[in-house]
């Protein structure tokens, strides 16, 4: 699940940091100088919020190679490496995108994922752990997954839906900091510290609750995903990949920003749930043995 927290973490700080800087530019007080003008700060609020999103997107690729410390193949060493490359060109020629950049890096679990900017520009991953306890077939329905990610273009869906969630926590976070400020603290010259420590802290915990969206678009393209990596791969291989997954589960050693972006997940229960990037494996199962998994990636 590492994917999603890595472009979740890495959003949260650009926002941040983005509002940071429009304060100490004074856009803030532009936006209150005569009481809040509501419109100009939805139209600010967008601008950072799809802003923040897109840079986070940008970098998405460049992050997960520094995170987890991935080996991109440039040259196969070795006949593991010839067969990752081989079977990732065809899966990519099957679901007609550019062919992605495949990477190793070095983690005890099975897990992998997929990540970039777009379709052609894509960054496929696999673990030494998937390496090392799967086999060729269960390997290849996860990169199948992976694939059915870009091909899909989940990666652009999450930045967009991400834009809409950081619009609103951006505006929120600023109508409540004005209250506090004006009402609360009866501030009626400029900003006061009020303002300012109020926006920031509401961003940060908007921002948080916030995620319990993206997470539920996280968990309904795991679903399509499966479906596309069934559909590249075979429904036999995509099961038994996640079977392996479940009987050799260890805890995900993905740094956060991109917990959600690998195969596997972490099973909560209650309000927990809401925070997970993945549905429960067996849930996964059940869905791609009864056929209901949807369309996935389509092979043209």
Do not use: C
């Not at 009481?35 to 139209?43: C, M």
């Not at 490359?85 to 099975?110: C, L, N």
Request: net charge positive; hydrophobic share 50%.
């Amino acid at each position: 699940m590492k994917r999603v927290f890595l472009f979740l973490m890495t959003n949260l700080a650009v926002v941040v940091v983005l509002s940071i800087t429009a304060s100490l530019l004074g856009v803030n007080r532009f936006l209150t100088e005569n009481g809040l003008n509501f419109g100009a700060l939805l139209v600010f609020a967008a601008l950072f919020g799809f802003g923040g999103s897109f840079i986070s997107l940008l970098m998405s690729k460049w992050i997960a190679k520094r995170s987890t410390g991935a080996h991109v193949i440039t040259q196969p060493s070795n006949a593991v490496e010839q067969w990752l490359i081989e079977t990732v060109r065809r899966q990519a020629q099957q679901a007609k995108i550019g062919m992605p950049e495949v990477a190793i890096y070095d983690a005890p679990e099975i897990n992998a994922f997929a990540t970039g900017a777009n379709r052609n520009n894509a960054l496929v991953a696999v673990s030494t752990g998937l390496l090392n306890n799967m086999s060729r077939e269960e390997a290849e329905a996860v990169l199948a997954h992976e694939v059915s990610h870009v091909a899909n273009g989940d990666m652009v869906t999450l930045t967009l839906i991400q834009g809409v969630v950081n619009t609103f926590v951006i505006f929120i976070a600023r109508v409540v900091g004005y209250f506090v400020d004006r009402v609360l603290l009866k501030n009626e010259n400029g900003h006061g510290v009020g303002f300012y420590v109020t926006t920031i802290v509401a961003e940060i915990a908007l921002g948080i609750l916030a995620s319990i969206i993206v997470m539920w678009f996280s968990r309904q393209r795991e679903f399509r995903a499966d479906a596309g990596g069934a559909r590249l791969a075979s429904r036999d291989k995509m099961i038994a990949a996640l079977q392996r997954l479940k009987a050799n589960y260890e805890p995900s050693t993905l740094p956060d920003a991109t917990k959600a972006f690998g195969i596997s997940g972490v099973s909560k229960s209650g309000l927990a749930r809401l925070f997970m990037s993945h549905p429960p494996l067996d849930e996964r199962i059940g869905v791609l043995r009864s056929g209901s998994a949807g369309s996935g990636v389509r092979v043209r």
